[in-house]
């Protein structure tokens, strides 16, 4: 009966519920037994189904309700197991690799335990660098059997008064013994922050995962607060935009922002590897770096991660760094 003329663009009125004498709503009103108006219609009674009133509170859902949601924080299981990729059983690795995979050394020790003579596969001594081997194989080192171990990914923000580095003849504060605890697995940092450096640095086992994010092709990101001893003039700022040469290398940021009202504190994004390269750029205009800290690298944040604490990376993050979209 009342429909929308769209041919010549005329539109009916919407109908109105409403008595005759009394106001037009635009909502229906309805009578009560009593005589009484309610904004809603009564539920119709049925004699097999129970009258459920209007309003009050909703019931509750049992044991305990829907659980909450953990806002993406996997839980301390979880981020320490993750899913192997899948191995081609036909496919070789070299010896030192595998060993280094493994968690029993690294490629130059793995090397020297070969040249030793203390690796079996199969059975047979193997000394040969070069050597390869299949994942279905019998490796032995001194006669224990070689297991894969999981991989492990922790960031760690890291304080200050801290070596980068697994050991240290002179037994500084290092970076493992504040991660020491974290897992079984023997994990190493990746790259390096001097002692005096704060901030992002992650920690793997994953050597094929490391190689790449300290491997300048890859051109990895960085991100660093940095806060000279004096502000910076402008003069040198276009310096350090157009460039600087340490060891015979042009080094040019990617970004250089002031984030406060002072030119004292700097924001500053740069690709190089070279090392203490932030502080060797502003020593090469005449500045002295009072504070360093790496706030990204790679794509990871130090965000909800104290001075001297570390977690881990969750399987989405892993992957994130796997696919190299950094």
């Not at 909502?27 to 459920?52: A, I, T």
Request: proline share 7%; hydrophobic share 30%; charged share 35%.
């Amino acid at each position: 009966m009342f429909e929308n003329n769209f041919n010549n663009g005329e539109r009916r009125p919407r109908p109105r519920f409403h008595r005759e004498g009394e106001p037009v709503s635009a909502r229906p009103r309805f009578r009560r037994e009593d005589g009484e108006r309610s904004e809603r219609p009564l539920r119709p009674f049925s004699s097999d189904r129970p009258q459920k009133p209007f309003g009050g509170e909703r019931p509750q859902r049992p044991f305990g309700g829907k659980p909450k949601r953990n806002n993406g924080v996997y839980s301390h299981h979880k981020q320490q197991v993750y899913r192997e990729q899948m191995e081609d059983p036909t496919k070789p690795v070299r010896l030192n690799k595998y060993l280094a995979n493994a968690g029993i050394c690294s490629r130059r020790e793995a090397d020297d335990f070969i040249q030793a003579g203390v690796i079996t596969v199969n059975g047979v001594t193997v000394d040969n660098l070069g050597a390869k081997v299949l994942p279905t194989d019998d490796i032995r080192f001194h006669d224990q059997p070689v297991r894969r171990e999981r991989k492990v990914y922790i960031l760690l923000n890291k304080p200050k008064n801290t070596v980068t580095t697994t050991d240290d003849p002179q037994e500084r504060h290092t970076v493992i013994d504040i991660v020491r605890n974290a897992c079984p697995e023997r994990i190493y940092p990746v790259g390096r922050l001097d002692r005096n450096t704060t901030g992002v640095l992650l920690l793997t086992n994953d050597g094929d995962l490391a190689a790449k994010l300290t491997h300048p092709k890859f051109n990895k990101k960085k991100i660093y607060a940095v806060t000279l001893d004096k502000e910076l003039d402008e003069v040198d700022e276009a310096i350090i935009r157009a460039g600087v040469v340490l060891d015979d290398e042009r080094i040019m940021p990617d970004a250089l922002e002031f984030p406060k009202e002072d030119r004292k504190h700097i924001g500053l994004e740069i690709h190089s590897g070279q090392n203490r390269v932030v502080r060797r750029i502003f020593e090469k205009v005449g500045y002295k770096v009072v504070n360093l800290d790496r706030v990204s690298f790679a794509g990871l944040t130090k965000k909800n991660v104290g001075r001297g604490k570390w977690r881990f990376l969750t399987p989405k993050e892993v992957a994130y760094l796997q696919m190299g979209n950094w």
